[in-house]
């Protein structure tokens, strides 16, 4: 399983700032991989599956995880969530039986190879 390092660092810093100038830091995390996630609120209306296709494609199939939850937003539903297929492009998430709320899905590829 392929796994990335996330650094944080002052985006201010990597450009030309004079001394009488001083700016607040700009944090952002950078990671040592080529990393690339999508997470998506997937709604469904008494149905048991549900087809997805990703805003933007991954080179690879990704790893995803889905995550049910009821129509009131109460907490966890109580159905079992299965991701049935995965491409570069789509996906397709079923339930083990019919029901009225969200699954919340993150689909991450990160690069294998070194660093």
Do not use: C
Not at 25 to 42: F, H, R
């Amino acid at each position: 399983m392929p796994r990335a390092k996330f650094k944080k660092r002052d985006r201010n810093r990597f450009r030309k700032t004079y001394p009488y100038m001083r700016t607040r830091p700009v944090m952002e995390y950078m990671a040592g991989k080529e990393t690339i996630w999508e997470a998506q609120a997937l709604t469904f209306t008494n149905q048991s599956s549900v087809e997805y296709t990703f805003l933007g494609a991954f080179p690879e199939a990704p790893l995803v995880t889905a995550t049910a939850m009821d129509k009131n937003g109460a907490g966890a539903a109580n159905v079992n969530v299965i991701v049935t297929a995965v491409s570069a492009t789509k996906m397709t998430v079923a339930t083990s039986e019919a029901f009225s709320g969200t699954v919340h899905i993150h689909a991450i590829y990160i690069k294998e190879g070194a660093v």
